[in-house]
């Protein structure tokens, strides 16, 4: 497997976009392969998940360390470990600091069409606003909250008896297959980024102009 595609992924949760990712490297035409699953909490599904494939996991707790600056730090170098080429911070519920995001390009995905509901809840925030499509993007991450260049969006419909729970569902059904596409694409073509625009293909991956 060519080294661009060892990633590092990032979970706070149940870990259905981590599960995709572990499938889809199942296959080594896929170009990329998880070679380790950080959290911010022990005991959920997406450690298990990680377990259960054999791949090597770690945890650091914010609660942990006297200062965010020692845990951005501490989880950077956890993540340095395992020398990834991309991290993808998949439902992972904390912004990482300047130790990882200038170190490594970090990949975030987000349930809404940004820049509309950004932050914790934007499945939530969608609902309340009364939007009739949502979605989801997949993004660079920068030191803001889902603020970073764009790299996909896909949009999804609200219907009328929705929930928080469905339409989350109905999203993530959507983000799982838009995740694996653009880490697969970003680890077999290479990307570029230039100001806000991200264009993936036929460039070395991970060059700023
Ligand atoms: C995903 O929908 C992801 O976009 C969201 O958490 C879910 C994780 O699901 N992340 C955010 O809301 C970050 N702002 P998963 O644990 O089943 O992959």
Request: hydrophobic share 45%; glycine share 10%; with cysteine.
């Amino acid at each position: 497997m060519s080294k661009a595609g060892r990633l590092v992924v990032l979970v706070s949760g149940s870990g259905t976009n981590l599960q995709a990712l572990l499938d889809a490297s199942a296959d080594p035409s896929y170009g990329a392969r998880v070679v380790a699953v950080g959290a911010d909490r022990d005991g959920i599904e997406g450690l298990a998940r990680a377990t259960r494939a054999q791949v090597p996991t770690f945890v650091e707790k914010l609660g942990d360390y006297a200062t965010r600056a020692e845990w951005d730090a501490a989880i950077a170098a956890r993540i340095a470990a395992y020398e990834p080429d991309l991290v993808v911070s998949a439902g992972f519920m904390k912004i990482l600091g300047p130790p990882t995001l200038d170190a490594f390009p970090v990949l975030n995905t987000h349930p809404a069409l940004l820049p509309s509901f950004p932050g914790a809840h934007g499945v939530r925030d969608a609902l309340v606003h009364g939007v009739k499509v949502t979605g989801c993007t997949v993004m660079l991450a920068d030191s803001g909250v889902d603020t970073g260049p764009i790299v996909a969006q896909e949009a999804v419909p609200v219907l009328p008896d929705d929930d928080e729970a469905v339409l989350h569902e109905r999203i993530k059904t959507v983000e799982r297959r838009l995740l694996v596409e653009i880490v697969g694409r970003m680890a077999r073509e290479g990307w570029t980024v230039s100001g806000r625009q991200v264009r993936i293909g036929n460039l070395t991956g991970g060059e700023s102009t």
